[in-house]
């Protein structure tokens, strides 16, 4: 008997679904909270919003019925510039997830396989698995750096038939915060495997961006974004730096109107506004120092030091779950993990003072109740 289920490509539909998070305003009803008094700092975005000059330049943009540059010519020449690279080696995407899933699909085939570092970001596996490849996982370290020793021992091991394609880094890495040195980097860089560097809080690190790095190796692709230290997370905007022998073939694969025009207009006038922008970045990296201290003060709390916009907490002696939706009930959110290298911990955003306080003030409260 035909079905059409039987039509189904089989290495998607054995696919597991992704878990969403849920919307904002379902959340704010079903706590009985307005949004407005809800302290949001579960996933990663700037308190602060966009500038108030895009606000505005999306207010006025007159073209929105007029399809986008498919080139993204004046957003890559800015982004350059801004980079210090080649316009020719920087496109754009609808978010950096976008240019992930363009990465996996250009290099991957079914049984192909990939590197990624956990605990890290899951969209690298998700992606990988969306092609059929298999993520071959090297663990961090006990202090949350790469373990750079067990991955060249990998690609020592494999025969070149089985060696992985892409390795995925991120730094500074979601969700532990910590920065992957230029010695680990160098070193990562001599195998022969195309590195992918997710930078997507790089610029809350106390270090620089590596996008320049790009030019002087053919194997590694470095992602950034709008969405986390410019506010602009809902509008979906990211980009990277790729080597020149690999961008004609991202032109042929990327949607010529991946980027909208709202997006490409927010994303211009952010960059038109760099002292604005850092200085967003550093009233965030000033409250991370703020939050960090008084962490250290909650007794069942153990936060790991971050170079992001956000700082993990091992929870001890109580139930990270439970502590999740006590917070969850005071209308403040945080991200809960219990899975392995992260058992039992909590993620909180950095927000602004106010949130930072009432955060503070929620978890003394709950001092001696688990
Ligand atoms: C948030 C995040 C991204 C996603 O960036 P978008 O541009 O919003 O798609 C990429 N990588 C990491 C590690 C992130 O935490």
């Known amino acids: 008997m035909f079905h059409p289920a039987d039509l189904l490509n089989p290495h998607l539909a054995g696919l597991e679904e992704y878990t969403p998070i849920q919307p904002f305003e379902v959340l704010s009803q079903r706590l009985g909270i307005p949004p407005q008094q809800i302290v949001k700092l579960d996933a990663n975005e700037n308190p602060y919003g ?52 363009l990465l996996c699909r250009l290099f991957l085939r079914p049984k192909d396989r990939v590197v990624t570092c956990p605990p890290t970001f899951g969209m690298y596996r998700f992606d990988a698995r969306l092609q059929g490849a298999q993520a071959v996982e090297v663990w961090r370290l006990p202090d949350y750096h790469v373990d750079v020793a067990g991955v060249e021992e990998l690609f020592a091991r494999a025969r070149a038939r089985q060696r992985p394609k892409l390795l995925f880094l991120t730094s500074p890495n979601n969700p532990t915060g910590t920065w992957l040195p230029d010695t680990h980097l160098r070193r990562l860089l001599a195998l022969p495997v195309m590195v992918v560097l997710d930078e997507a809080y790089v610029e809350f690190a106390d270090y620089p961006s590596r996008a320049s790095w790009v030019a002087e190796h053919e194997n590694l692709c470095v992602l950034r974004t709008f969405s986390k230290a410019a506010g602009l997370a809902g509008l979906r905007l990211g980009y990277g730096v790729f080597p020149a022998w690999l961008m004609p073939h991202l032109w042929k694969f990327k949607q010529p109107y991946n980027v909208n025009v709202a997006a490409m207009v927010a994303g211009l006038v952010s960059l038109q506004h760099p002292e604005r922008l850092r200085e967003r970045v550093r009233w965030i990296t000033r409250e991370r120092q703020r939050l960090f201290t008084h962490l250290l003060s909650v007794p069942y709390l153990k936060p790991v030091p971050s170079q992001a916009n956000f700082i993990l907490c091992r929870v001890v002696g109580r139930d990270a779950r439970a502590l999740k939706e006590a917070l969850e009930q005071m209308g403040i959110l945080v991200r809960h993990y219990d899975k392995p290298g992260l058992d039992n911990c909590i993620r909180i955003s950095v927000g602004r003072p106010e949130h930072t306080d009432r955060l503070l003030e929620a978890l003394h409260s709950l001092v001696g109740t688990a």
């Open 50 to 101: 966009p500038l108030p000059q895009v606000v505005e330049a999306l207010a006025d943009y007159p073209h929105y019925h007029i399809y986008p540059d498919p080139q993204q010519t004046a957003l890559r020449e800015s982004l350059a510039e801004d980079l210090g690279v080649a316009p020719e080696q920087v496109l754009a995407g609808h978010g950096a997830d976008e240019l992930l899933d």
